[in-house]
């Protein structure tokens, strides 16, 4: 059975990613971040288990501090450093394995493009951008996989949109809301969003690590972005509600600062261009059909 390795492998996607390699027939193992001991690593430290990278068919990295907080210097400081340091100790000890694994995929977001790109279509070969405390971060976090790049490992950033299942993420903090009929747009809703249902975002990640000519970045979005509008619009009549309560920009920058400038108000029409011309297939390209089953995932 071929081994793979994952960081990150409790949280949202780490879970259900190692279902879905299992249920391919994978045996998942997981690589524990800040701590000490068996199958461990600690960024801070630059500890880790060297010994149980060794012969692994691929290392998925998906570890890194919560982003969807209120941002202090000091929880910035964790959120950049957790993912730089911690993507940097990876790479470089896969670089020096006996046997490396066939390929490193480590998670990185459309915020690598920046925040605010109106009237612009992103794909993986556009002006990358360091706007923002996010580009920083995805700029900080893909740079630190080149040693595993430059050893010669299939090396592979996953430019990950918001990731849509009722289980986490922004849909979770969003459902409430919307189905007591207060969900709405957020600002002038005329900003892109660029999504993927996390059962599509499984599948793609499980495709990346069998399909050998996947390389470098690669979106992680559905091939159809939608308006903020539109998300609301098609959520609240995903579940029979009434979407007529707007939130303005000023007040989800009230609550939740820079960060809702970068994320809830960020204007990014990504798409998915690597992944679709290496031959994947999205079971859910529109809104409308896959929000009927993130709300089941
Ligand atoms: N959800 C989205 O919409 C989205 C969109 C774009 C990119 N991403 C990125 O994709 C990755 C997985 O997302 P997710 O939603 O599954 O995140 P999550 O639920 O917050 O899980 C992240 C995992 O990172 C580990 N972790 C937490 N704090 C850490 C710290 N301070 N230092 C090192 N590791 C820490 C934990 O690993 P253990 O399980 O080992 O405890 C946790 O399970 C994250 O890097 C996230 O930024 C997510």
Redesign the pocket.
Known sequence: MKRIIL?????????ALQGFLESRGYQVE?????STGKATMN?ATGWIDRDFLENAFAVIH???????QRWTAKTKN?ILE??RQ?TRLLAETLARLQNPPSVFVS????NRYGYHRPNEILTETSPTSTAGFLGEVSSAWEDSTQPAHQSGIRTVNVR?????AAS???LKTMLPAFKLGLGGRIGSGKQMMSWIRLGDLVRLIGWIVETPQCQGPIN?VSPQPVTQFKFAQILAKTLHRPSFCPTPSWAVKLALGQMAEETLLADLAVLPEAATASGFVFETPSIESALPRALQE
Do not use: D, W
Not at 8 to 13: I, K, L, M, N
Not at 30 to 34: E, G, H, I, N, W
Not at 160 to 164: A, K, N, P
């Open positions: 960081t990150g492998a409790h949280g949202f996607v780490g879970k997981a690589l524990r971040s800040r960024e998906l570890a890194g501090e919560p982003i969807a964790n957790s993912r911690g998670m990185s977001g459309i990950t949109g918001v990731v849509l986490g993420g922004a992680a």
